[in-house]
């Protein structure tokens, strides 16, 4: 049997449109209930203002550090990251570049974009 390689892709610190609270309350509860899914996507790409994220003062790092101790990798756009100028104050995951993500894509049974 195949192992099945889902990709998460993050493009966003908020989860849909209008209220920004909201939006943060919608992201951290999705990140915390994947934490109790049985399959747990392969990889999580943060890219745009979803590198905020992966770093210094996001209100969810606890919830990924758990999501990558639990075996998730987590990548964050290098390009992103430098244009928020936050590239220094990355706490999880690694980061990537505009290539490692095409690979991820190609290679994802299933893509997720939130």
Not at 46 to 59: D, R
Not at 104 to 111: D, S
């Amino acid at each position: 049997m195949s192992k099945h390689k889902n990709l998460l892709q993050i493009n966003s610190d908020k989860m849909g449109e209008g209220s920004p609270e909201l939006g943060e309350t919608l992201m951290s509860n999705y990140l915390k209930l994947i934490l109790q899914e049985e399959l747990l996507p392969s990889f999580i790409v943060f890219y745009n203002n979803g590198v905020k994220l992966t770093t210094e003062g996001s209100p969810v790092i606890e919830i990924l550090k758990e999501i990558e101790n639990k075996g998730v990798k987590l990548l964050s756009c290098k390009t992103c990251l430098n244009h928020f100028m936050l590239l220094d104050k990355m706490i999880v995951g690694m980061a990537g570049t505009m290539i490692d993500i095409i690979i991820l894509q190609k290679e994802a049974t299933k893509v997720i974009t939130l």
